[in-house]
């Protein structure tokens, strides 16, 4: 297999569990740093309508609509139904390009594109390397 699974056991879970939020923490951060210093995320009008539209919601319908049942419903479409379906068909590398490029165009603006499909390749990534679905969904919930 392209990239190797890991045993879950309980101990297993607990340091996978931690990994997968630090992991999480550190790239949402610096790709953040990155995008911003780089002038990426200026330079999509439609990523700045989007984020605008964003942060006009309140605190809490934000991280109820932004912080969780977007990342859970994106998880289900896009590692649960689009990768899975990809890695029956094709051999690795295909489906950990193809799903995470679905989900960057997805977004529909070049600057969530780029991001979406960098995060998207990890979450994969994450996905793979432990094996339960529940890491790429707590990946993007932490991110």
Known sequence: MFIQNKST???????????TVVLAVFLSLFLNV???KTG?????SSYEATST???????????????LCTPIAEEIVYRGL????LRRYFEMPVPLIVAPLLFGIAHGNMVQLLYG????????FVYERYGSFIYPV???LTY
Do not use: E, P
């Open 138 to 140: 707590l990946f993007h």
């Open 82 to 85: 689009v990768y899975n379906r």
């Open 53 to 67: 539209k964003q942060f006009s919601l309140s605190l809490w319908a934000g991280l109820l609509m932004y912080g």
């Open 9 to 19: 056991g309980g101990k297993d879970k607990a340091v996978y569990i931690i990994y």
């Open 34 to 36: 990155i995008f911003v």
């Open 117 to 124: 499909f960098m995060m998207g390749f990890i979450i994969c």
């Open 40 to 44: 990426i995320s200026s330079m999509s």
